[in-house]
């Protein structure tokens, strides 16, 4: 109660100082280079969006605890099943706003809402039905706690930043070097893609607490058997379901967005290759994450993140489209899957030798 009481009333802080940093940068930005857009209105309302969205993720930063604490429990599928309820909230939202057409502003409330109003019920079914004797209190805040805590969460907090500036920073280079129409194609296959990634994710993160309960418990045999086994399963799941998506994604982005927006085949293959790469790297992730091996994991996602930047521009304007997914798939080679699987079969010798003794 303590750890977690400390965490959220800490984190309620950090987010509302993010919130006054952004309202007050806001007027400045140059959102009509951003959003690479000719119209005034049209940017004015992208800036607006943004803020609406900015303000979501700051409320989500204290209610995402929640899922974390179900992880910590090893009950992570409670959690995605508030996940589901969000998707299905996110997407009637998206419907009802189209629908009426309130604008983008609007529409990022209504589909992000969706995600709050989930959390919200996370947070109430975990704190007030499930788990109460760890509900958060304000007399059980500890500073040296949270100290502690915002220390080891400042390298994860870089390390998942890194993460989503690896895909999030793709379309800001697809939208200055090929324009806000090809945003939707990349976007919409990006999302396509990534649900392999979300699914798996789903069964892998409970053996981040299991791997630590195992180190603690010196289950070796338990250790190295069962990341193995995540990384066949991990497997054959993203390469079945990618080859499933290379055939019908096509299609149905051209069903939705039409015909015009037709993924190239190049993209379509090197969007196979990222979620594959990012099924392995995922098991190495959870796995060093269970050790609490952070801090190389935390250099390599810096350097993955700049590297990204660097090589979408160069080979985007080399070989189109494609060139921006390409950038991520060898970043993620080199830094997700040959440097921490570097580190990692180094500790998979050192479990399997402290087996054989």
Known sequence: QVAVSSSIFSIGLIGLLLLVVFIVSHPWIKWQQIFNVSSTPIADEAALAALVGYFIFVVRLPLSIPGRLYSAYQEGYIYQLWSGLSSLLAFFGLLVGTKLQIGLPGLVALFF????????????????????????????????????????????????????????????????LFGANAVSTYGVALKLFTIISFVQGAFLSPLWSAYTEALTRKDYNWIVDTFWKSIKLSLAWSIGGGVVLMIVSPWLITKWLGSAASPSWDLILAMFCLVVLTAVGQCMAYFMNGLGEISSQMRYSVMAASSNIFLSILLGKMIGLAGVTWATVISILIFSIILVGKDTIKYLHLFMAQRDT
Do not use: C, E
Not at 117 to 140: E, T, V
Not at 146 to 174: C, E, H, M, P, R
């Open 113 to 176: 809402g969706g995600s709050i109003m989930a959390d919200l019920l996370a947070f109430w079914h975990l704190f007030y039905r499930h788990r109460p004797n760890i509900k958060p209190r304000l007399k059980s805040f500890r500073r040296s706690i949270a100290k502690s805590l915002l220390n080891t969460g400042l390298q994860f907090w870089i390390v998942q930043i890194s993460a989503i500036v690896y895909l999030q920073t793709d379309l800001i280079v697809v939208t200055q």
